[in-house]
């Protein structure tokens, strides 16, 4: 038996705190020196941490990563140990995304990237160049001190393979292993038994199990082989929360995985696997033999190390694990609560501010806030020291003292407001304090009404005018213009209180303003620019109505909350508004997701909702949409960051790179609609002289 110890590790990196990257990758190292490794995998651009961005044009970072990776290969980390780091490295002009290859204080190759991800929130080809000299290696100069310091002058540099003295390494970074024609294949095929794939893969709802581990198990059960998966996990410093899960799997099967959702800095996965098992695989399997006989040749070096271990009976095989994946409830309650965990700990502030008004979707985000309370007391309870070390100072404690209550915690460092006017619903009032007590939340109640009726007394000072509610006689755009001033003026209010509250209660810092606005919002214009929606942070800016519901009706039982069960059970025009939301979740998901304009839209849901509406209405309904997406567009401008966690996403900053000033009349698409209908009225007019029935469509919602 050839047995070998791999480990891959989560790392919480931070982008460009170089101290906090180089502490984690060091204790990442040790820890699995310590489990008995000689193959240690980190994630993707570890040294620097993935979010960087155009820190990446800047020298200094590359500066600073080689000086990093000078100081882990003087000391012992490498010893007698693979380690393989990520890094960005300039080579001449050019800028990569690398992994750098060490062992025994010498660095063996360095990887750069050869397929960068340029989707959603990703832009790598901005920062990096892809490697594309795909059928030999070069050499790469080290810098002065880096060569004077290990004795080396130069690097191989480039795709290929490591050959070990008794087994055969290769990496392939991220992206790769989900490309069309992925390394592995060729590489498998070249004798490589060990993959090494760095990653920096950020959340969304299911992608986790249902599509990345799923694709790690197809890679080696097709070729066979040993497939390390490293991945950062928590927020870095932007929008995106990676999620961990680094894993090892062997032919298809994962014999080590590491969590998904956890608050923990650093955590290393060892398993020991026997790689006869997948020479055995690869030779009892007659599809792999006849593909090697076209392989393509990759260049190689060679280390004159061995990996493997002796056989010794007191350490087990790593056996084959059971995956149980979270619900995408459960997800929801977790990765946006680790996000907020890590930005709250990392920006010096010293708590949460929501404007609370009772409705779903402050009574998510507060939910949200929270699970991530009842996570800080587990990851105490269970040891975290780094997490203990933080409540402390973010909850002002003293004399020994550290949470051991969920709802005690979020009595010191969450807030929650509200504010109401003589239009608020007693019922809201009620609701939200009875979610603040659930939750422990320092809870407030305040009345905007006497700041309203004083700026309105200015403006009518100024123009002679005071505007009206439309019950009280007045026109649509006085009261639009009421509704604003009292979402500014809940706005101004929340961000003073968030300043001065903790200067009230003799805490240093601030507390972050929390937004609670909905994908399905945000699309179109359902909200008041620099009104409640223009906050610090906002965990649910991805969600839709839909997505929402589902998470209060699961976060009413399974974190405690019991008054969400009210949204779950309320009567009256409760299927009117289910399918609403179902609609306004389609138009957003389609625009984005499937990338359709207002016709591809129009022809794709007449075919959906031929059933239930004629081709006429379903053209009213798109124009609808689109006038008030286009309308409304300037507000995607200025939202709120907020937690990515669905590629349904209007983030005009990073996700949803779309202009702001649109024709709002769309005249040329609504005409090509205009003319489609037509045709399908034409069409259907005959189908009806021939007997076709036609079926009643349902009532149109208002948008």
């Known amino acids: 038996m050839r047995l070998v110890k791999v480990a891959t590790c989560n790392l919480n990196q ?32 570890e040294i620097t941490g993935y979010g960087c961005e155009d820190h990446f044009l800047e020298l200094d970072t590359f500066t600073h990563s080689w000086e990093c990776l000078k100081e882990i290969l003087v000391g012992e980390w490498t010893d007698g140990i693979l380690c393989s780091i990520g890094m960005p490295i300039l080579k001449g002009s050019e800028r990569y995304n690398c992994q750098v290859l060490c062992m025994n204080r010498k660095i063996i190759m360095i990887r750069p990237k050869m397929r960068l991800v340029n989707i959603d929130n990703f832009m790598e080809s901005r920062w990096f160049k892809a490697w594309q000299l795909n059928e030999k290696m070069v050499d790469f ?6 060569s004077e310091a290990i004795s080396q002058n130069s690097a191989p540099f480039g795709y290929g393979f490591i050959q070990f003295l008794d087994t055969v390494v290769a990496a392939e970074v991220c992206r790769e292993l989900f490309s069309t024609f992925p390394p592995h294949d060729d590489l498998a095929h070249n004798g490589v038994e060990i993959f090494l794939n760095a ?5 969304q709802l299911g992608k986790a199990i249902n599509f990345r581990l799923r694709t790690l198990i197809g890679a080696t059960q097709s070729v066979g082989g040993v497939y390390i998966y490293g991945n950062q996990r928590g927020c870095d410093g932007g929008r995106l929360y990676y999620d961990g899960c680094s894993c090892i799997v062997v032919n298809g ?22 790689l006869d098992k997948v020479a055995a695989k690869r030779a009892s399997s007659s599809a792999f033999l006849e593909q090697g006989n076209g392989k393509t040749m990759i260049p190689s070096i060679v280390a004159p190390y061995k990996l493997c271990q002796p056989f010794n009976l007191k350490v087990p095989l790593s056996t084959p694990i059971k995956i149980s994946p979270y619900s995408p409830e459960e997800e929801i309650s977790l990765g946006p609560a680790c996000w907020l965990w890590d930005y709250l700990r990392r920006s010096e502030a010293c708590g949460f501010l929501l404007p609370l008004s009772g409705a779903q979707d402050s009574s998510c985000v507060a939910a949200i806030v929270g699970s991530m309370c009842q996570l800080v007391v587990k990851e105490i309870e269970d040891g975290n020291e780094q997490v203990k070390a933080d409540a402390i100072r973010i909850g002002c404690y003293s004399n020994g003292q550290f949470p051991k209550d969920s709802k005690e915690f979020a009595n010191r460092v969450f807030y929650t407001v509200f504010m109401g006017s003589q239009n608020s619903c007693e019922s809201s009032r009620k609701q939200a304090k009875i979610l603040a007590q659930e939750i422990g939340s320092w809870h407030l109640d305040v009345s905007i009404d006497t700041i309203v009726s004083t700026l309105l007394s200015v403006v009518q000072k100024l123009v002679g005018k005071r505007p009206q509610n439309k019950g009280d006689g007045g026109s649509c755009v006085e009261n639009r213009g009421l509704k604003d001033v009292q979402a500014r003026i809940r706005m101004v209010l929340a961000h003073t209180l968030a300043s001065t509250l903790p200067w009230v209660h003799n805490k240093s810092g601030v507390y972050l303003v929390l937004s609670s606005s909905n994908a399905d919002e945000q699309l179109i214009g359902q909200l008041t620019k620099y009104g409640c929606s223009s906050a610090d942070l906002n965990p649910i800016g991805t969600l839709n109505k839909q997505d929402i519901q589902a998470f209060l009706q699961w976060a009413a039982t399974n974190l405690g909350y019991s008054s969400l069960a009210t949204f779950c059970t309320k009567k009256g025009d409760e299927n009117a508004a289910e399918t609403i939301n179902e609609e306004e979740s389609i138009y957003g998901k389609w625009r984005r997701n499937l990338r359709c304009g207002p016709v591809s839209m129009f022809q794709n849901l007449c075919h959906k909702w031929a059933s239930s509406l004629t081709p006429s209405e379903v053209a009213e309904r798109v124009k609808n949409f689109f006038k008030n997406y286009s309308v409304n567009r300037h507000k995607m401008t200025v939202l709120t960051p907020f937690c990515h966690v669905e590629r349904y996403s209007a983030d005009d900053n990073r996700c949803d790179l779309r202009q702001f000033l649109y024709n709002t009349r769309w005249p040329y698409q609504f005409r090509k609609i205009d003319q489609l209908v037509q045709e399908l009225q034409g069409s259907n007019a005959g189908e009806k002289e021939e007997g076709v029935q036609e079926t009643s469509p349902p009532p149109m919602p208002q948008i």
């Open 253 to 274: 099967e994962v014999v080590a995985l590491g969590s998904q959702f956890s608050l923990k800095d650093v955590e290393v996965m060892v398993a020991q696997v026997d």
């Open 199 to 203: 990653s920096g893969s950020s959340f």
């Open 14 to 45: 931070w982008a460009m705190d170089f101290n906090t990257n180089l502490n984690n990758t060091k204790e990442s190292i040790t820890k699995a020196k310590e489990g008995g490794a000689t193959i240690r995998l980190g994630p993707e651009l």
């Open 141 to 146: 100069q080290l810098p002065n001190d880096v």
